[in-house]
């Protein structure tokens, strides 16, 4: 069954950094386009970052600047890098596809950004 395992997120002061980690068990985890996302409570999943198969990435013009995707697909596992983190971005992060169709979504791991 392909699932998607997120973690490293907690409670960081506003500045602060974290490092999120989503381990996919995916076979063909290197063709597909991969996103991290985040939400909200009432609000719609944004989509923050994406990185291609080809490691081109993108990010939301929120986080620009300040969180890197990037992937390992030896791992199989994506990665978020959030520096100089604000209270905005407190949220749970998701991974998942870049796009449709997606795959089962994962639990999640919180990120609170609080001093």
């Known amino acids: 069954q392909v699932q998607l395992v997120e973690s490293g997120g907690g409670l960081v002061q506003p500045g602060g950094s974290l490092r999120l980690s989503c381990a996919a068990s995916i076979t063909i985890f290197s063709g597909y386009d991969m996103g991290w996302y985040r939400q909200t409570p009432g609000k719609q999943r944004e989509l923050v970052a994406t990185?291609?198969?080809?490691?081109?990435?993108n990010h939301a013009d929120s986080v620009k600047g300040r969180f890197t995707i990037s992937r390992d697909n030896a791992k199989r596992t994506v990665y978020l890098q959030m520096n100089s983190l604000k209270p905005e971005d407190t949220a749970v992060y998701y991974c998942n596809r870049a796009r449709a169709p997606m795959i089962p979504w994962g639990q999640g791991t919180q990120v609170t950004v609080s001093s």
């Open positions: 990185i291609t198969s080809g490691d081109k990435t």
